[in-house]
């Protein structure tokens, strides 16, 4: 694997796993997630100005695939913030980042991209490490907990429908960036998740309600804007000369960065078994990152 796209990549993790904190400690997380948003589109625009006018050739758009994009990153900020409404950061998130296995199949299948053996092992060490962090002990009474808690616990399940989301939009992302600058896209497509978003905020949410999470949280938020827009777009710039099943895979460190803050910082239960869950996942991420 390229040492660039490994260094993007980790670094992008970092920011992920940050952002989510934030999220996390919000009162309102939908409206949270909103104003980030706002204000990561604000710290970009500099870099999207400067490669519109600095470009030779233009910016020609993929219209369908910037719309297809929001769309699908409209769904993910939804499911996001009732998934970290309902459940543990160092649960939910985990179940939310285990992409690789999905988009694993579908690169092989529909890109045509091929995956050495070092990174299908890896990535199955993920997928294992993602669906043990759901357990409370190492046991075999609890194996089939994970299973069980997909029927009844909405946590799980708003979790469940983000990987989804997470999967969705990794897939349209990397054919995106292939057909136009990862810049412009990085800029455009979010206007169309953030219209939606909006839509349907001044219909759920009582008046006021995001200007009480900006008094109450406006530094965090603005943290959470930089880190928000500029964490994923080093992974849009880690598509144009990497494999994206390695980029998805060795994404997921952030797992271990967010059950570390869980943990530590909000005190959540079940600290050991998701530690250990995480340093298989990273064992998986490292397989990943050294199989290309």
Known sequence: MHPLAIALVLLSAVMHALRNFFNKKAIDKQAFIWWYEVFGLLFFSPVFLYTVLTSAEGAPIAIALVVLSGVVHFCYWL???????????SLVYPIMRSSPALVLIVSITILGEDVSAAGISGILLVACGVYTIGMKRLTFSDLFLPIHAMTSDRAIQFAFLTLLSVAGYTLVDKVAVGRMDPIIFAFVYPWIS??????YLFRVKPEGKLKREWRARKWSILASGFLSIFGYFFILLA???????????????????????????????????????SLIIFTGAYLIAVGG
Do not use: C
Request: aromatic residues 12%; charged residues 20%.
């Open 79 to 89: 499911f996001l913030s009732k998934a970290l409404e309902k459940g543990d950061l």
């Open 194 to 199: 953030l219209s939606l978003f909006t839509g």
């Open 239 to 277: 598509f144009t000369f990497e494999r994206m099943s390695y980029i998805t895979g060795l994404r997921q460190l952030s797992i271990v960065f967010a059950v570390l803050l869980g943990g530590h910082f909000l005190k959540e239960e079940n600290r050991l078994i998701r530690i250990v869950s």
